[in-house]
C-alpha cells in the first residue's frame, strides 16, 4: 500500500501536465491557426534584419532609449534588492532567531509577499501610470514592487538554505543574534545572494525594455512605435541597440561574477555542495586572493553608487508626485474603482481562461526546455570548443573554427532570443498565427528559449569533472560519457530551472494575451 501511494503521488504532477496539454492543443487545433495572407509581411520583416536603419537621427534616438531602459533597471535592481533583502530577513528562519519574530507573523509576512510578485511588472506600470502618468516614477516602481517580492523569497531561502554552523557557533559561545548573522551567516551566503542580484539586474533590464511598451519611454517603447507604423529597419535597430545592451549587461556580469567567484546565476539550492567541490571548471571561475576580492567589492560598490547617481538624475524622476494631491485624489478613484470586487467573466469562462493560461505557460515551457537543453551544450564552452568534450586539443584546425563558429552563432541565437521581448515577439507572430493561445505560447517560448538556454550552458560549465574523466580513463568514447556521465549530472539543475521559469512564464502570460487581443482589435481601451 505504501509503494502505491508513492507511486500515485509521483504520478499525479505528469498526469495534470498532460491533461493541460491536452487541453491547450485542443484549444489550439480547434481554431483556425495559421493566417496565411501575413506571409508576405512576416518576410519583409526578417529581411529588414539585413539592412536597418542607421541615419544619425535614429541613431541618436536609439542611444537615447538605450540609456533611458538601461537608466531604469539600474534604478529598480537597486532599490528592489534592498528592499527584498530587508523583506528576506524578515520572512526567513533565520531573520526569525535573529529579530525574534513569531513564525505566524512570518508565514504571514510571506503569504502577503504572493500578491506583488504574482501581477506582472506591464500591469504595475499600467496601474500606476493612473497615479504619476508617464513620469520615470511609474517604470521604477511597476519594476521595484514584484521585484521586491521576488528577492525577499529568494533571498530567503538562501538564507535558510545556507549551512549554520558558524552561526549556530557563535550563539552557543553567548554571541548576539545580529553579530551571528552578520559574522557567521551573511559571509556564507554572500556569494549566492550577489550571484543572484546579478541575475535580478538582467531580469530588469528585460523588464525595463517591456515596460516601453506602455508608454514610458526606452528601446521598448521605439521598437512597439515602429513595429506598429510598420517601418520594419527601425525596428532592426533598436532590436539590435537592445541586443547589444544586453550582450555588455551579460558579460560584464559574468565578468563580476567570476572574480567575486561565483558560479551560477541562481542557485536552485537541490543539495548543499561541499565548498571543495564547488568550482571545478577551474579557466572558467579561477580562484581569487582575498585581497583581490575585496579590491573588486570596492570597485563595485564605487562603480554601483555610481550608476545609481547617474542613473536617478538622467531620468529625473518627479518626487513631488509621491506627495502631490492629485496623486491621493487618483488613488482614490482606483481603490473606489476597484470595490467591490465584480467579476467580469462568468465563473465558466473565467475557469476556461485560467486553463489557457496555465496550457500556455507549459507549452511554451516544455519547448523552451527541450530547446534549452540541447542548446545549452552548444553554447557551454566546455563541449564545443578546443580540449572540451567533443573537441580535442590536438583536432584539426578546421575542426577548432567551426567549434567556434557554432558556439559563437549559438549564444548570439540565445542572446537575441532573450533581449526582444515577450509581447514584441507576440505582435511579430501574429502576422502569420491568428490571435489566440498559440501565437502566445510560441511568444514565451522564444523569449524562455534564450534565458533557459543560458541557465543550462552556465549549469554545464560547472560540472564535476572527475566522474568525466573517470569515463575517459577508462576508454569510454565521447557519446558514452555525454550519455552516463554529463546527462545523470545535468537534467535534474535542467529539470528545477524550467519549473522556475515556468512559474515566471505564468506571470508573462498575462500581458502575452494582452498583445494578442490588443492586435486583434478585441480590446478598445
Known sequence: ?????????????????????????????????????????????????????????????????????LAYAICGTVFSICLGFVGSILISDVGGQVLDIAPSLRRGLRSLLVVPRAIHEMLWGLLLINLWGLDPLTAIAAITIPFSAIVAKVFGDILDDTPHPSFEAILQSGG?????????????????????????????????????????????????????????????????????LNGVIDWSSARCRQRLGCQNRISLHLKYVPKNKQVHYKHLYPERSASNNLFSCILMVVGLVGAVAWSWFYIDPDLYALVAPQTWHNSQQIFVGLWPLQPSLPLLETFDASLQTLGMALIAILGAGCGGMVLSFGTAANFFLPGGLFL???????????????????????????????????????????????????????????????????????????????????????????????LPMTLPRFLAYSCYRWEVGMRETVIVGARGRWRSGTLTQ
Open 176 to 244: 548576539r543574534p545580529f553579530n551571528a548573522f552578520l559574522y557567521g551567516l551573511l559571509p556564507s551566503a554572500s556569494k549566492n545572494l550577489l550571484s543572484y542580484s546579478f541575475y535580478r539586474f538582467e531580469c530588469s533590464l528585460r523588464s525595463a525594455a517591456t515596460l516601453g511598451i506602455i508608454g514610458v519611454g526606452g528601446l521598448g517603447h521605439e521598437i512597439f512605435l515602429s513595429l506598429q507604423s510598420l517601418q520594419y529597419q527601425q525596428v532592426w535597430t533598436f532590436i539590435y541597440a537592445l541586443v547589444i
Open 392 to 486: 580535442p586539443p590536438q583536432a584539426s584546425p578546421l575542426r577548432q573554427v567551426i567549434g567556434r563558429l557554432l558556439v559563437g552563432m549559438t549564444r548570439l541565437f540565445l542572446l537575441l532570443c532573450r533581449s526582444v521581448p515577450a509581447p514584441i515577439w507576440a505582435l511579430v507572430m501574429l502576422f502569420i498565427v491568428f490571435p489566440g493561445v498559440l501565437p502566445g505560447a510560441i511568444a514565451l517560448g522564444i523569449h524562455n528559449l534564450g534565458i533557459l538556454g543560458r541557465l543550462m550552458a552556465e549549469v554545464n560549465e560547472n560540472l564535476d569533472q572527475q566522474p568525466l574523466v573517470a569515463l575517459q580513463a577508462q576508454g569510454a568514447s565521447s557519446p558514452s560519457v555525454f550519455l552516463y556521465g554529463v
Open 1 to 69: 500500500m505504501a509503494s502505491k501511494s508513492i507511486a500515485l503521488r509521483r504520478l499525479w504532477l505528469p498526469s495534470v501536465c498532460l491533461l493541460l496539454m491536452v487541453g491547450s492543443g485542443l484549444a489550439i487545433f480547434t481554431s483556425q491557426l495559421w493566417n496565411l495572407n501575413g506571409w508576405p509581411q512576416f518576410l519583409e520583416f526578417w529581411q529588414a534584419s539585413l539592412h536597418p536603419d542607421l541615419t544619425a537621427t535614429l541613431m541618436e534616438t536609439a542611444w537615447q532609449g538605450l540609456l533611458t531602459t
